[in-house]
């Protein structure tokens, strides 16, 4: 979650998040047997949309008129990094998803801490490990369930105990906590950030403790992440176009949403027949991984401007 969400939509997120916690200590089955639809609808809603004006971010960086050159250079190259990075998936699974952690960790970091200024080597580490730390927790945190996932789409089995991946993400958290005290004491932050970003570790760690894979990682990746980045977004091309709003936000997300759709009900349709012997949710990671690759190198050049 970024400073540029507003005050009140930030006060909603937070309440939804502790909302949820409070449901996964207090329902703990229902939200694991409801893990898949919440997924499915905050995928649809926020999380699909949020990548889907990549070709605005596009036009945004080159900052000219676009020639039907242009444009087919865009998609041409967009695609093929979706299908190139498919085909990697299949050949070395393991270093595929090693590589999809780690620009995940990194972007949402960026995402995180995008209006503070560093030196690139700094900014690159408390990136990084802020998007562990919002990785780590569904996944350390529910090492029993997350670790089927890891096994079925890298070939590996991973034999760390539940005790030592959870240790893990709690050493995570410390770092975290100690970069935003660094921080401060360096004045790159105020103590009123110093105070809400203390505020973001708890609220989501609770969410991750509480609340079963799925259902952390959906509610972060759509409410901190992704409607973050959305309403950074807006903001921007209202600068450029004053009456721009969420509803054209969403009419310029429309075809390239139908598209990841379309995708993504293949997917779902063709799996049995395709990896019959692979969980739909490691099918479903793999297919996230594909369609986020282009966009985190996006963002992160739109970044520079």
Same mark, same amino acid.
């Given at each position: 979650?970024?400073?540029?969400?507003?005050?009140?939509?930030? &006060?909603?997120?937070?309440?939804?998040?502790? /909302?949820?916690?409070?449901?996964?200590?207090?329902?703990?089955?229902?939200l694991r047997n409801a893990q898949l639809p919440i997924l499915g609808l905050l995928l649809v809603s926020i999380g699909l949309p949020h990548g889907a004006?990549?070709?605005?971010?596009?036009?945004?960086?080159?900052?000219?008129?676009?020639?039907?050159?242009?444009? +087919?250079?865009?998609?041409?190259?967009?695609?093929?990094?979706?299908? !190139?990075?498919?085909?990697?998936?299949?050949?070395?699974?393991?270093?595929?998803?090693?590589?999809?952690?780690?620009?995940?960790?990194? %972007?949402?970091?960026?995402?995180?801490?995008?209006?503070?200024?560093?030196?690139?080597?700094?900014?690159?580490?408390?990136?990084?490990?802020? !998007?562990?730390?919002?990785?780590? !927790?569904?996944?350390?945190?529910?090492?029993?369930?997350?670790?089927?996932?890891?096994?079925?789409?890298?070939?590996?089995?991973?034999?760390?105990?539940?005790?030592?991946?959870a240790l893990s993400q709690l050493v995570l958290i410390a770092l975290n906590l100690a970069i935003i005290l660094i921080l401060k004491y360096n004045l790159?932050?105020?103590?009123?950030? /110093?105070?809400?970003?203390?505020?973001?570790? &708890?609220?989501? =760690?609770?969410?991750?403790?509480?609340?079963?894979?799925?259902? &952390?990682?959906? /509610?972060?990746?759509? +409410?901190? %992440?992704?409607?973050?980045?959305?309403?950074?977004?807006?903001?921007?091309?209202?600068?450029?176009?004053?009456?721009?709003?969420?509803? %054209?936000?969403?009419?310029?997300?429309?075809?390239?949403?139908?598209?990841?759709?379309? !995708?993504?009900?293949?997917?779902?349709?063709?799996?049995?027949?395709?990896?019959?012997?692979? =969980?739909?949710?490691?099918?479903?990671?793999?297919?996230?991984?594909?369609?986020?690759?282009? %966009?985190?190198?996006?963002?992160?050049?739109?970044?520079?401007?």
């Amino acid at each position: 979650m970024s400073a540029n969400m507003s005050s009140r939509l930030a &006060g909603l997120v937070i309440f939804t998040t502790l /909302l949820f916690a409070f449901l996964g200590w207090l329902l703990p089955d229902f939200l694991r047997n409801a893990q898949l639809p919440i997924l499915g609808l905050l995928l649809v809603s926020i999380g699909l949309p949020h990548g889907a004006t990549d070709f605005l971010l596009f036009k945004r960086i080159t900052s000219a008129k676009l020639t039907r050159k242009h444009i +087919l250079k865009f998609f041409i190259i967009y695609i093929s990094a979706v299908v !190139g990075f498919m085909l990697l998936w299949l050949i070395l699974p393991l270093f595929s998803f090693l590589l999809f952690i780690l620009i995940s960790a990194y %972007h949402f970091g960026q995402s995180n801490w995008e209006n503070i200024v560093l030196a690139k080597k700094y900014d690159v580490l408390i990136n990084l490990f802020w !998007g562990a730390f919002a990785i780590g !927790g569904p996944i350390l945190w529910h090492w029993e369930e997350s670790s089927v996932v890891i096994g079925q789409i890298t070939g590996y089995v991973i034999n760390f105990s539940k005790e030592v991946m959870a240790l893990s993400q709690l050493v995570l958290i410390a770092l975290n906590l100690a970069i935003i005290l660094i921080l401060k004491y360096n004045l790159k932050i105020s103590y009123s950030q /110093l105070k809400i970003e203390v505020i973001k570790i &708890g609220v989501l =760690s609770l969410l991750f403790y509480f609340t079963p894979m799925l259902v &952390g990682f959906s /509610l972060y990746f759509a +409410l901190w %992440h992704s409607l973050s980045s959305l309403n950074s977004q807006i903001l921007f091309y209202k600068k450029l176009w004053p009456n721009f709003n969420v509803i %054209h936000y969403y009419r310029q997300a429309a075809p390239f949403t139908f598209l990841a759709l379309v !995708g993504l009900v293949m997917m779902i349709y063709g799996h049995p027949y395709v990896l019959p012997n692979v =969980s739909i949710i490691s099918t479903f990671v793999v297919f996230i991984a594909c369609i986020t690759l282009p %966009h985190v190198f996006l963002i992160d050049e739109s970044y520079q401007y």
